[in-house]
């Protein structure tokens, strides 16, 4: 049988959200979600990819954050997080120029 207090165990795994904070993160990603499919309606030029990709980065931040506790985490977590949604935005990018050559070739 564990001997451990709730005392102890909130120290050694920090604070984690409520049920509450939970019902908040849903409402700001459903109101982003709300916003990238309303600026694919609206015509915004060329703001349309840096928009989509900030909110997308946004949207990553918050459900890395508070849905896989990495707020809560070893800061090595985070890292790997932040990493592999550096490599993915860098080969967004570098797939999008090439086809953006190719289409004007």
Same mark, same amino acid.
């Given at each position: 049988?564990?001997?451990?207090?709730?005392?102890?165990?909130? %120290?050694?795994?920090?604070?984690?959200?409520?049920?509450?904070?939970?019902?908040?993160? =849903?409402?700001?990603? =459903?109101?982003?979600?709300?916003?990238?499919?309303?600026?694919?309606?609206?015509?915004?030029?060329?703001?349309?990819?840096?928009?989509?990709?900030?909110?997308?980065?946004?949207?990553?931040?918050?459900?890395?954050?508070?849905?896989?506790?990495?707020?809560?985490?070893?800061?090595?977590?985070? %890292?790997?997080?932040?990493?592999?949604?550096?490599?993915?935005?860098?080969?967004?990018?570098?797939?999008?120029?090439?086809?953006?050559?190719?289409?004007?070739?």
């Amino acid at each position: 049988m564990s001997t451990t207090t709730e005392d102890e165990t909130t %120290q050694t795994h920090g604070h984690h959200p409520t049920p509450r904070d939970y019902v908040q993160v =849903f409402g700001v990603l =459903f109101v982003l979600t709300a916003m990238e499919v309303g600026a694919s309606f609206i015509d915004v030029g060329p703001l349309f990819l840096p928009l989509l990709l900030g909110l997308m980065t946004i949207k990553f931040v918050l459900v890395a954050g508070w849905f896989m506790h990495l707020k809560y985490d070893s800061a090595t977590y985070t %890292q790997f997080m932040v990493g592999g949604l550096a490599l993915a935005l860098g080969l967004y990018g570098a797939v999008l120029l090439v086809f953006s050559d190719a289409v004007r070739a």
